[in-house]
C-alpha cells in the first residue's frame, strides 16, 4: 500500500494538503510530529513522499522546513499545494479570556494572529506546540490556558470551546505545501512551473551574491522566493533558498543552472513542479526556448566551419 507523511495528528492544514493529492486518497497516512521526521521518514523508505509546509504568504518561508530540505539527502519536490488558512482561539470549557495568560500556538500559525493577540491578550506568553491541531488537543494536559488552531477543530477534539474566530491578520492568508519524495523523474513541463534550488556562496569573495543573480536576470528567470539560512557550520555562512518561475527543461532555466554551478560550490537542485496557481511565466521573445536553440545553432555553425588549426 502506498504511504504518504506529514504534519500531523489529523486535522492539520497539512492534512488538508495532503487530501489534494489523488494518490494519497485511500493511501498510508503517517503523521509525524516535525517536519525532519517527515522527510526522515521518505529518506528511511518509509513513506514514498511527505507534505511539508513551505511558505505562507503572511510569514514568508517556513525556515524549519527550509533548513530540513538542505540537509536531508536527495530531496525531490514533486508538486505544490495552496490551503486558505484561518485561525480560531479555542480553550477548555469555562475558560474566558481575562484568564487566558499562556497560548500554545505553531510558531507559524502564532505569527499570523499578531495584531490580534496585541489587541487582545498583549501580556499573553506564547508556548510553542507542534502543530496546530496538538496545541488544542494537548490543551487540558500543559500549562496553555488557550491555542490557536484550525477553525475545524472541534470537529477533531469536540470537548473544546471556541473564543473567537477569524483571528489571523489576514483572512486572505495562504500557507503553501510541497510535497517531497526521492523520485528523481523530472515532472512534465506544463509552461507553469516552478523550480527550487538551494545555493551556497563563497563567503570570501565580493559581488558573489551579485554575480549569483546575474545568472538569472541575463537569463530573464524571474525568481518568486529568495531567502538567506545560516549554513550552522559558523558564523557569516548562509544558504539561499530560491525559487524561480520555470521548468529545468526551459532552456533560459538550464542556462542559469548552468551559470550558478560555474560561480557557487554547491548547487541543490530540489525540482520543478507545475505551479498550484497555474500562472505562466511572462517570458520576453528573446529569452524563448527558440531564441536560446537558434543562438546555439548560429554559433555551432561557426565552429564547425573554422578552419582546422
Ligand atoms: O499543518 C498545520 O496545521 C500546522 O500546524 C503547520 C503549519 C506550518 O507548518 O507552518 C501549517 C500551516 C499554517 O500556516 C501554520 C502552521
Redesign the pocket.
Known amino acids: 500500500m502506498r504511504t504518504f507523511a ?2 500531523g495528528p489529523s ?7 495532503l487530501d489534494q493529492v489523488p494518490e494519497a486518497q485511500g493511501a498510508n497516512r503517517i503523521p509525524v510530529a516535525t ?1 525532519h521526521e517527515a522527510l526522515d521518514t521518505v529518506v528511511s523508505g518509509e513513506a514514498e513522499a511527505a507534505m ?2 513551505i511558505e ?1 504568504s503572511i ?1 514568508g518561508g ?1 525556515t ?2 527550509q533548513d530540513a530540505l538542505a540537509t536531508a539527502p536527495g530531496m525531490r519536490i514533486r508538486s505544490e499545494h495552496l ?1 486558505s ?1 484561518n ?1 480560531s482561539l479555542v480553550v477548555s470549557p469555562g475558560t474566558t479570556l481575562a484568564d487566558v495568560e499562556t497560548v500554545a500556538a ?4 502564532y505569527a ?1 494572529c499578531a495584531k490580534w493577540m496585541a489587541e487582545h491578550l498583549p501580556k499573553a506568553v506564547h508556548l510553542p ?7 488544542a488537543r494537548d490543551l487540558g494536559s500543559s500549562v496553555a490556558h488557550a491555542a490557536i ?2 477553525p475545524r477543530i472541534t470537529e477533531v477534539v469536540e470537548s473544546l470551546e471556541v473564543l473567537a474566530t477569524g483571528i489571523a491578520d489576514s483572512s486572505e ?1 495562504q ?1 503553501r ?1 510541497v510535497l517531497v519524495s526521492r523520485d528523481t523523474t523530472l515532472p512534465a513541463q506544463t509552461g507553469a512551473d516552478k523550480t527550487s534550488l538551494i545555493v551556497e556562496l563563497p563567503n570570501d569573495r565580493a559581488g558573489s551574491l551579485l554575480d549569483m543573480l546575474e545568472q538569472f536576470a541575463t537569463r530573464g528567470v524571474n525568481l518568486s522566493l529568495i531567502q538567506s539560512r545560516p549554513i550552522g557550520d559558523r558564523l557569516g555562512r548562509y544558504r539561499f533558498v530560491i525559487d524561480l518561475e520555470g521548468h529545468i527543461r526551459d532552456e533560459r532555466v538550464a542556462a542559469a543552472m548552468l551559470g550558478l554551478k560555474r560561480v557557487s560550490p554547491r548547487v541543490m537542485f530540489l525540482g520543478s513542479y507545475p505551479r498550484a496557481d497555474g500562472q505562466r511565466a511572462v517570458v520576453a521573445d528573446r529569452f524563448s526556448d527558440e531564441s536560446f536553440t537558434d543562438a546555439r545553432d548560429w554559433l555551432r555553425e561557426i565552429v564547425s566551419e573554422a578552419p582546422a588549426r
Not at 11 to 17: D, I, P, R
Not at 106 to 109: C, I, L, T
Not at 129 to 135: E, F, K, L
Request: no cysteine.
Open positions: 506529514y504534519l486535522g492539520t492544514f497539512t492534512e488538508t494538503a517536519v511539508i509546509a505562507n510569514e517556513v524549519s522546513a490551503v488558512v485561525f505553531h510558531p507559524v500559525a499570523q506546540a507542534a502543530s496546530n491541531v496538538s496545541a488552531s484550525t492568508a500557507t505545501f
